[in-house]
């Protein structure tokens, strides 16, 4: 079983950091997102943290039981995993945050005039 976790944990992280690798290149364009791609990737994200308590629940019942000193190694690394999972998580829901901001349905929902005083005073590129 602690193979399983270490798989789902590792890859988990793996992709954790790609997905925000991915949402930092689209920052500078966020309007080429829409809401409902946003509101998932925040749903998907909360999600992943709800797993990194249920991980680390199952991680410090290990911890408490006896363990080899190889299962004691890879319990503790699985235990640091878990944490940068859950900071590169929280990274990517700051991150979607912002960019829900400027998603297309808020683009078209602002005037002309809104858009192009932002243009002006380059809040947005071209």
């Given at each position: ?55 680390d629940e199952q991680l410090q019942r290990w911890r408490a039981g ?41 683009q078209l929902a602002k005037s002309d005039i809104e858009l192009g ?10």
């Amino acid at each position: 079983m602690l193979a399983v976790i270490a798989g789902l944990t590792d890859g988990g992280l793996r992709d954790a950091r790609a997905q925000h690798a991915s949402l930092l290149a689209v920052r500078p364009k966020a309007h080429v997102l829409d809401d409902a791609t946003v509101a998932r990737l925040q749903r998907v994200t909360a999600d992943s943290l709800d797993w990194c308590d249920v991980y680390d629940e199952q991680l410090q019942r290990w911890r408490a039981g006896r363990l080899t000193a190889a299962q004691t190694l890879e319990v503790d690394r699985l235990v640091q995993v878990t944490s940068e999972a859950r900071t590169v998580h929280t990274q990517i829901l700051a991150v979607a945050d912002e960019l829900a901001q400027g998603t297309i349905e808020r683009q078209l929902a602002k005037s002309d005039i809104e858009l192009g005083l932002e243009y002006v005073l380059g809040r947005h590129r071209p």
